[in-house]
């Protein structure tokens, strides 16, 4: 069973970290320059590779979305940084992920979200595979800061269970690389 939907993700002024929820099996579908297609000019996505940024932005006169990020496939589960000069809307559109599903985090930092368009707890409610020393940090785009919360070494608890919404992404940063498993089925 499939089920197609869409998701709207508010952007406030300034950088927000935002991820892709849905899956557009389009052609091309999930290239930064469609899914962000709808960002009013002079806006920018910042990519993240787990070592440097490339950038796409949208043009002021042409309106289409050029640059180094352009047509880099954002895959469900994965984010970006979107920075906008005034509040924006971007609409995702395309297919809810179901089944079973891995979503790979690397050694190090990345940016990673829920593949499944859900809110809640990222290890309760989400499955996000906790382990001593992982750190979770959320940007907080009006503070423009990032609230941490880290993984003790010796409980294996977290010291404040990140909250994720439909749409956020966050940095991750592990010792080791794992997955990131979630078995969804649409029906129930």
Known sequence: MNAVGYVNTSLLKGFNLVSNPLDNKATDGNKIKNLFASLPAGAQVFYFDGTKYSIAAVDEFT???????????????NGVFVRVD????????????????SNPIPKGFSIKASQVPQAGKASTDLGF????????????????????????EFTG???????????QAVFVRTDTAKNWTRSFDISK
């Open 63 to 77: 309106g289409a979305i050029t640059g180094d990020a352009a047509e880099t496939v954002l895959a469900p589960g």
């Open 86 to 101: 005034a509040p924006a809307t971007v609409t995702f559109v395309g297919e809810v992920p179901a089944g079973s599903l």
């Open 129 to 152: 595979p906790k382990a001593a020393g992982d750190q979770i940090f959320v940007f907080d785009t009006a503070g423009n800061k990032y609230n941490t919360s880290n993984v003790d």
């Open 157 to 167: 608890d977290w010291d404040t269970e990140p909250v994720l919404q439909v749409g």
